[in-house]
């Protein structure tokens, strides 16, 4: 099982950017896809959510109304578009998949051990 993110690079501030995450070794729509990431020196934080079929999404306060997570099942992919880019975007941002099988709550979702699978990260900097 792989998930690849990419899309990082380098924005100005009020910026966009769109991240892919590509799964292969696993079915994408028996997972639901979510965003995490990590600013240098802090701990990983949830960023977005996405449900089987992309009918449900949820998103951190920080980053709602800015960001919006899609996907695509027929290209086992998941975007996140992230625009009005801020200093505070800054982090590296990695994509994970957590198994339909799982019971997770709207607290449970946005911690880690909710998840079977992980990316690498890719690097997202905010800066003018």
């Known amino acids: 099982v792989q998930l690849q993110a990419s899309g990082g690079g380098l924005a100005q501030p009020g910026g966009s950017l769109r991240l892919s995450c590509t799964a292969s070794?696993?079915?994408?729509?028996?997972?639901?896809i979510a965003w995490f990431r990590q600013a240098p020196g802090k701990e990983r934080e949830f960023v977005a959510r996405?449900?089987?079929?992309?009918?449900?999404?949820w998103y951190a306060d920080s980053v709602k109304g800015r960001f919006t997570i899609s996907r695509d099942n027929t290209k086992n992919t998941v975007y996140l578009r992230m625009n009005i880019l801020k200093p505070e975007d800054t982090a590296d941002y990695y994509c994970?998949?957590?198994?339909?099988?799982?019971?997770?709550?709207?607290?449970?979702?946005?911690?880690?051990?909710?998840?079977?699978?992980w990316g690498q990260g890719t690097l997202v900097t905010v800066s003018s």
């Open positions: 996405i449900n089987l079929s992309g009918s449900s999404t």
């Open positions: 070794g696993l079915t994408s729509d028996y997972y639901n």
């Open positions: 994970t998949a957590a198994g339909s099988w799982r019971t997770t709550t709207t607290q449970t979702m946005r911690l880690m051990r909710s998840y079977d699978y």
